[in-house]
């Protein structure tokens, strides 16, 4: 596996986790699949097995449920260097959906080659347990974000994990980054029909707080936006301290 293909992950591993050269070497050999995935396609859908974890190489991802008459709630964005059906390791039957926001990078890597990894490698294991644990808090975020705070809040709250996350992996330039989501998606994410979304941002975007266009995102006056969301970094965990 080359270097620049698992970038992304071993930034974030660093930083989440503090591994070592050794523990990056023994990633790099882990055996891996390329493949590029067009954007709409759904890698993982609930009921499957899978017998590979997929890692991003480059693009997004949405972890997903569908309830009652078709409704979709988004749990979750991924992005570069994410492993997010990484617990598919041990649930083996999945009860979601990872479904591709654009034409994505995927890398597939076996299920026998992470146990393996995991069994000969105690601080890959921890590494990637705490990346498990970091979700579930990510998660706990999110309950909180949907049921707690008001639709302005929760879409300036989901813009600034985005960027705090991909500031983590050099996907920001100055405060403007891809992120490749419609009206509708961001909707399904924090919980409000497209017309209120729309309403929503159109608010943000009058208070000059950001900018959001063609699936590009300029934040405006980031501390601002910060205020407006209530936003504490600390559930994602980006020190190895934390």
């Not at 959906?97 to 994505?104: N, R, V």
């Not at 989501?181 to 029909?193: K, M, N, P, R």
């Not at 900018?211 to 501390?223: A, K, T, V």
Request: proline content about 4%; overall charge negative.
């Amino acid at each position: 596996m080359t270097l620049d293909i698992m970038e992304p992950l071993l930034k974030r591993l660093r930083l989440t986790a503090n591994s070592s050269d050794q523990d990056e070497q023994a990633i790099l050999r882990l055996p891996i699949t390329v493949k590029r995935v067009a954007g709409g396609q759904t890698v993982v859908a609930t009921g499957d097995r899978p017998s590979v974890c997929c890692l991003i190489i480059d693009g997004f991802m949405q972890r997903s449920k569908i309830v009652g008459d078709a409704r979709r709630q988004i749990l979750s964005f991924h992005q570069p260097g994410d492993i997010p059906d990484l617990q598919s390791l041990h649930l083996h039957v999945l009860d979601h959906e990872l479904t591709i926001l654009e034409d994505c990078i995927l890398g597939f890597i076996p299920h026998d080659a992470l146990r393996s990894l995991t069994r000969s490698s105690p601080r890959v294991a921890e590494a990637l347990w705490r990346d498990t644990l970091i979700d579930s808090a990510i998660f706990r975020e999110w309950i909180c974000n949907v049921g707690q705070r008001d639709a302005i809040s929760r879409l300036a709250h989901l813009i600034l994990e985005i960027y705090t996350r991909l500031t983590t992996i050099g996907r920001v330039t100055d405060v403007s980054f891809r992120f490749p989501v419609t009206q509708v998606i961001l909707g399904e994410a924090i919980g409000t029909s497209i017309v209120h979304t729309n309403r929503v941002i159109k608010e943000l975007r009058s208070k000059g707080l950001l900018e959001i266009e063609r699936g590009e995102i300029s934040i405006l006056d980031l501390e601002g936006l910060r205020q407006v969301a209530d936003f504490n970094p600390l559930y994602l965990h980006l020190d190895p301290a934390l």
